[in-house]
């Protein structure tokens, strides 16, 4: 008796294909997986403890956060084994469609996306809202790499660097406007990372980035963003800062570092935290859920976080490395570029080390759209990994 | 590998800004939890609980009787929620919806918010004594009017003002130097605490124990669930000494004579026996001020003290506007129309001849009058210091003293007079003589400065109100410390002389005292030789005792917390009655004649006024006085007059002190006159009825207080200036 689905069909390729070793599905990088869904679980935890006493007392079921969460994470993993089963060299031949349903979505939000905090950042579909800059970072980052790797120079000529600059631009113009300003610079930061690593010359990269660190500096003080971005900035800026109109934003990352800070070593325990549970804490899910990793598990829960990323952007570097083409080293720095600034931007805010952006830590914090987008970037990357023979 | 491989060096730069960037997490994690912690450790308990203040009742303060002087009603503020208004912008936009409806404007709203007199991490109040209607009009708009919440608090009442204003006192915010004291005692920066009278003095007594609610909160302040609670235990009430009746018709007395010498014309400055012209030919009195004490010999408790100026205390909580209270209480360097002051306690009196019957208790008890009572001197209407050569008298230093005049333009003479004569007729010539000699023959030792003391003069009486002044007794130091203070000249300053002793002793010179001092020195003589300590306050009661009628408490139903009514003996002088006889006799003849005949018959200062006073139901002594005022114009003189009863079931002494008003007899004499025909149920007291709200488009600070019936001030007075 035989199972149909483990024999060789006839016809198909030679001998037992699938037990070779160059068989994709017997490459996926377990260490980057098993790293990635650990990192997940510890969300999942933390996600549940930080909604908990806001649910209870609005009489709302307490699991009702973290359910979602849950089936996020379930969409995600179909959207990342969906992404590792087609090979990411047909994905690129689709990018551009990919990329001028990402620009559409972007303009429709600005136009009926749900109001939340002053911005329009997602489409509200009922239980579950949409956030296409999220989206964006994957698609922008697939054309990108397309784009970059049809060229196979040495050096990025400047030309190809200014268009590149056009590819990223219009998505990051769309998500400024929305406003979303970390997503937009984690677009900036994953164009650098991919552009530097193409062979752009290292004085155009270091330009735009101050560039584009100066127009944010020029923009906070010229008015052009909204005010409570402006704050964002200024109370970064001024810590301890008494003006009552700061006092808001400084009071997040006050609460936020205090979270952290009395923590310890061990922490209070799981579920324990009176700050982070206390709905001192703003956006305590998603944003400041590290806050909430530090006073519940301390500088050891912050440690596991923090070497869980790094393994990641280990593997994934590796995987960068180990790349057969350039599309695939391109997509592999496009995705540790992501993770890393987007990380270092959200666990530094916690902190107190870099200004308040609304950007989640990823796989951690809650959110539908973000955890489908990271974890379809770690299939991009294990697709990278899985087909690296051929 | 396919063709052309990518240039994976770069690679490497990405790695590095990785590697650096998780340090700088790492490091700054560690910091935190490690390094940082005391510091932000401490902060997180107090920000996870709110707690509210609750506000204790005030004790209450009634009269002897019971009849409520002070009390409390609730009252509630509208407060916002300093979160909601934090940005200038949500702030002018609350202020453009709430002023109309408060019924304020945007500028006082905008103050309160900045005042630093309010609580910064308590709601700030905008709105006080508000109506139940506005509550519900702001509650049912709550999402109009976020932030808006309304807190219960107390409003002190005076229900009798101004009646007893001085002694009751009033409430105020606390004074900058005193916010730290008050702190430390647990009070909020906006409190309001007693700032005059028992009001200030019982603060601790009235204030009673805050107690608190303790919520916790959530980081936007909302309310999640309260953790503790504890109840304010409502502050003690005070009942007073006063009998409020009583001391409405003395505050009318006062006041009705006060208007009477206003109104009457000072005699004419002569010289050479015509109208000096240097000074207008007719002067009224000023009369702008006075003060009168009533108390108890017995137990030393005060049945009513009188102060003129007076002051309505419910303009301490009225809310009026700064302008309001500077037109009503003028900043003014002027003593005669300071306001906020108790003269009873506070006035610095020269005292003329009521203080005479001091001197004589000091010539008998240090038995400085050869034979006692029945020595005797002629006096001639001026005396010649015995001790100061003629040369000397002829060159700068004052020897020859006169007696007053006696109508006919020369000091009155009055024979041979003992010391009881001396004080009947006030023969200034036989207190001249005292003054001298007792200093003199003692060696320049300062007799009569001992002797005096023990009546309490220069020292506190130590009673329960605030700001009592110490009073003076002429000495050296004293001479010296004003010296230097350029009150009186360097030559002046450098010695005690023979002529300040005599000035000393008809009450003249640096004397001064108040009149509570010389109300408290006249009760000596008047129990036999037992200095009390005055008060106002005979008990503290436990809250909560139920009203009888309206206005009066149920001493029946009340428990009394602290008993303070048993006599505070000072001291004891020995008062045998070969001192206190001649004395007592002399003051009773003050009141009832006779006086001297020489030449021709010379009436007590008191004889005349006191012949409708009825003498047998409640007999008295007293002693008239006039203190010469600035440049010894008739007009600046002031008008004293000290009085005890002679009877043991009534046992009152009194003291009226009235400035610029004239001779003693005439213009304080009528009103302690007034108080003792009240004590001896000849006059009926007009009957205490709640005020009328208080006016506040009145100009003046209190309502006036006139008597019904003035006739009991009515009597002729004396004719001598003394």
Redesign the interface.
Known sequence: MSIPLLTRRPGQGLGNVRRSYADPSRNIDWILMIAVALQTVIGVFMVYSATRPRLI?SGQDEFMVVQRQIVFILFAIIAMVGVMAVDYGRLRGNAEFFYVVTQVLLVLVLVSGAVRGGARLSFDLGIISVQPSEIAKFTVLLVLAGFLADD?T?VVSYERFIQSLLIVGLPVLLVLVEPDLGSATVLVAAAM?VL????ARIKYIVLVTSLAVVSMAAAVVGGVVKDYQVRRVIAFLNQNAET??L??VL?QVR?A??A??????TGKGYLNG??TN?????VQSTDFVFSAV?EQF??IG??IV?TL??VI?WRV?RI??M????LG??LC?GV??MV?WQS?QN??MT?G?TPVSGVPLPFVSYGGSHTVAFTAMVGLVQNVHMRRFR | MPNNPPKRSRVAILGTVALILMSVLTVRVWFLQTVDVEGLQERVREVRTRTVKLTPERGRIFDIRGRVVATNERILTITLDRRIIQRDLARQQMWDRLYGVLGTTIQELENRFQSKRYNQLQPVPLKEDVSEDLVMFLRERAEDYPGIDVREDWHREYPYAPVASHVVGFLGAIKEGELEMYRNLGYDPDARVGQFGVEQTYESVLRGEPGFVKYEVNSRGRILRQLDRREPIPGNDVQLTIDLQMQQFAEQALQTQLRVRQRTEAPTVLKDGEPDPAYPPITYYKAPAGSVVLLNHATGEVKAMASYPNFDNRWFNAGITGEKFAQLFPNTKDPDGSILVNRAISGRYNLGSSFKPFVAYAALASGQLPGGADYTLRDEGTYKLESIPDERCQLNVKCVFKNANCGNGAPCKYGRVHIEDALAVSSDVFFYKIGEQIFTERGNTPVLEQEVRKFGFGSPTEIDLPYEFVGTVPNRELKKRLAEAGAISKDEGRGFYVGDNVQFSIGQGLLSATPLQVAVAYATLGNGGTVLRPKVVRAIWAPGTPLSNKSTIDLQKGVVVQDMSTPELVRVLPMESEIRDPIVKGLTRVINGPGVSFDFYHATTGEKLFQSYPKRVLPIAGKTGTAQGFGNLPWNDSSAFGAFSLTDAQPYSAFAYLEKSGFGSRAAAPVVKCLFTALAKRVKLPAIVPSDPLDLNMVTPAAEQMMENPLCLVGAGSSVRD
């Not at chain 1, 952290?260 to 070593?265: D, M, N, P």
């Not at chain 1, 206390?278 to 703003?282: K, L, Y």
């Open positions: 007392n196979a040495e990372g530097l690593v193409a062979g009552a109109s006092q808001n009071r609460f570092k205090r952290v800070a009395t923590g310890g070593i009176p700050l206390g709905q001192f804490i703003p530090g301390g500088l912050c440690g923090i990323l790094a952007l570097f960068a490395r790349a057969k083409d350039r080293l391109y720095a540790f570029t890393l270092f666990i530094g902190l080390i």
